[in-house]
């Protein structure tokens, strides 16, 4: 039986080899432990001393370790500060500093930048650090995107309207009027070239069939491929005789929104999609099928702007800082993923914005050493006292970069003037990024005079669009920081290389190999609420009056109020239910859920902070497809599930309620 104590064959061999240099057996085995077995590790350690691992890297501290590189010791010592020495010591070997303000709008020399090889690193012991010279890849690569910025010419994120020529030129901008003018036009020419598209097709179509020429095609070559390059056709939905107007309510759910299953008394947690609209992305698709090269570099191109001028026209915003994204989380990303970051600035945010926007705070918070701050949103719901907690946070945070809120929030529905709090914010150089996923479509709203640098939306909660659609609108002096998380065939390069644009337009064009036929689905839902509702207007006004009815009717037999104030509900209104004091998010998922899956209807409960306690609301949305007397049997309905708490829905995986818009 082998000895356990025993070293393996191949250690015993290579004991001896080392013996056999002169050195005992005890000598021999300590080497060989410290250095794990490596057998030319340990020759070098018996005849230097020291591990030959260990000694290349003290050569090479000493090759490139400079004195003047020690940061002060600071009081307390943490990782968080040694992150932000790491960040001040590069931007002063970058000499010239991204968050220079006198540098906006001027080409930086990044020369001073171009020391390639350089690495560093931060030492953190007990209650100090120190910045040091070593070989630490996730370090350089930091070093590296800093001297990107520079070179690619990004302003920095404290850039804002402020110079008397800075306002000058954001009021001819921000004119609603010419803004107007401009997408108006713009549509009207995409319009014209798709129908100019759509007769050539025809006449190319009788021209085969008179000449005999369709018989000489290539089996596998369709007639539409063939002629794929010179025409632009619209795909072809019958407005007139299959998806005709019908009367809000139930005749409009069953002729365009016979899919949906069951009563959505809150179908904004879901895209609403008509069913022309499915039928238009589906064919788009099947376009897209026949020459997907073709495709994407004519017909999408074309589409794809014109839904964004349509867009720019509803939205009154300049058509040239409007683009097309996947969604509202997408665009909040590429904001997050552009700036130039400096450990140890500051996020502020309402703390009423989406779960999904907080989560990306929060990965930003942990990726870029920065803080987050949040501002309570209380209840019953207050405008002057969010202005001033907001002033409060903004003094007691000097190094806050960028704030973050909802136009509309996503649980409460309450609706914030952007106008107002983005000038408290710019008063203190903060850049400010607003959401306004639960504004577009359910408001008529204008972004030209809201003065937020960025603006970003989903559009299928309210717009009638299928899912992966999305908005980004950045202001002139920020779309040169502003970038795709996906670069494809239109990268901007450095600021150093001939014709390098500061716009935008261009890098957002074409966002990485993905399926574009729902953003050319956008042009049908506008022909949707064009043609079967009357226009944007008569949805707006069936959405809101019914709003009123519902807080009319179901206040009563709650015997509360909504937490709207003044009834600006818009088409969401929010009603805490009946015995839900004290209750908290988490039985507002079981509560949810049970009501889902009992079969009566869909609703969404919430969790809001009333009076300093906690209380269980429902959030109704309505749309075209919704009627009074649902919400009233609802209303009837819910507090018969008392005590919510205990409600079984153990099938059931709550972690998905925070996934809910």
């Not at 064959?9 to 240099?21: N, P, V």
């Not at 703390?351 to 926007?357: L, T």
Request: net charge neutral; hydrophobic share 40%; glycine share 6%.
């Amino acid at each position: 039986m082998m000895n356990p104590s025993a070293p393996p064959l191949e250690d015993i061999s290579a004991i001896e080899d080392l013996m056999a240099m002169g050195y005992d057996r005890e000598t021999v085995t300590n080497a060989l432990t410290v250095c794990r077995g490596d057998v030319q590790n340990a020759a070098t350690m018996l005849v230097d001393g020291v591990p030959q691992q260990q000694q290349q890297q003290q050569q090479q501290q000493q090759q490139h370790y400079d004195p003047s590189m020690h940061a002060p010791q600071p009081a307390e010592g943490s990782e968080f500060l040694a992150e932000k020495a790491l960040n001040d010591m590069l931007l002063t070997l970058l000499d010239d500093s991204i968050t220079d303000k006198h540098t906006k709008g001027q080409p930086l020399n990044p020369a001073s930048s171009q020391k390639t090889g350089l690495h560093t690193k931060i030492t953190f012991t007990g209650n100090q650090y120190h910045g040091t010279i070593t070989t630490d890849e996730w370090l350089n690569d930091l070093y590296t995107a800093r001297r990107a910025h520079i070179s690619r010419h990004r302003y920095a994120m404290t850039d804002i309207v402020d110079t008397f020529g800075e306002k000058i030129s954001d009021a001819f901008h921000s004119n609603t009027i010419t803004n107007k003018i401009e997408s108006t036009v713009k549509v009207s020419g995409y319009k014209l070239l798709g129908s100019l598209g759509g007769k050539i097709d025809k006449a190319a179509n009788k021209v085969i069939k008179a000449t005999g020429m369709e018989s000489q095609t290539a089996p596998c070559v369709s007639t539409e491929r063939r002629y794929a390059a010179i025409e632009l056709p619209e795909v072809k939905i019958d407005w007139a005789k299959t998806w005709y107007p019908t009367v809000f309510g139930r005749a409009t759910k069953i002729h365009h929104f016979g899919h949906i299953q069951g009563k959505q008394l809150d179908p904004i947690g879901a895209a609403m999609v008509p069913t022309a609209v499915s039928e238009a992305r589906r064919k788009w698709d099947q376009a897209n099928q026949v020459d997907p090269v073709l495709w994407r570099f004519k017909t999408l191109a074309i589409r794809v702007r014109q839904a964004e001028q349509s867009l720019a026209e509803m939205l009154n915003v300049d058509p040239n800082d409007l683009k097309i994204t996947l969604n509202a989380e997408y665009g909040l990303c590429s904001v997050i993923k552009s700036l130039p970051w400096i450990a140890g600035q500051a996020v502020i945010y309402l703390d009423n914005v989406s779960h999904a926007c907080k989560k990306i705070l929060q990965r930003a918070a942990r990726e870029y050493a920065i803080e987050l701050v949040p501002v309570q949103v209380a209840y019953p719901f207050n405008f002057d006292s969010v202005k001033t907690k907001v002033k409060h946070t903004i003094k007691n945070t000097p190094h806050a970069a960028l704030a973050v809120f909802s136009e509309v929030g996503y649980e409460d529905g309450v609706k914030i003037s952007v106008r107002k709090l983005t000038t408290y914010f710019h008063d203190r150089k903060i850049s400010v990024l607003v959401d306004g996923t639960m504004a577009v479509g359910q408001h008529d709203i204008s972004i030209s005079g809201k003065g937020c640098d960025w603006y970003v939306a989903t559009l299928s909660n309210w717009m009638y669009c299928e899912h992966g659609c999305g908005v980004i609108i950045a202001h002139p002096l920020k779309q040169p920081v502003t970038q795709t998380l996906t670069v494809s065939y239109f990268d901007r390069g450095d600021a150093s290389a001939p014709g390098f644009n500061v716009s935008y337009e261009k890098e957002f064009s074409y966002q990485g190999l993905q399926d574009f036929a729902n953003w050319c689905s956008i042009h049908q839902s506008f022909r949707f609420a064009a043609s079967v509702c009357g226009g944007w207007g008569k949805i707006r006004s069936y959405t809101h009056g019914l709003a009123k009815r519902i807080v009319n009717e179901v206040c009563k037999i709650w015997n509360v109020r909504p937490i709207q104030p003044d009834g600006d509900f818009g088409a969401t209104p929010v009603i805490p239910i009946p015995h839900g004091r004290g209750q908290d998010r988490f039985v507002a998922a079981i509560l949810t859920a049970y009501i889902a899956i009992s079969g009566h209807f869909t609703v969404r409960i919430v969790s809001l902070p009333i009076n300093g306690e906690p209380c269980l609301c429902a959030r109704f949305s309505c749309q075209i497809f919704n009627e009074l007397q649902e919400y009233i049997d609802a209303a009837h309905y819910i507090p018969t599930l008392q005590p919510y708490n205990a409600l079984d829905v153990s099938m059931v995986d709550l972690s998905m309620y925070d996934t809910l818009s």
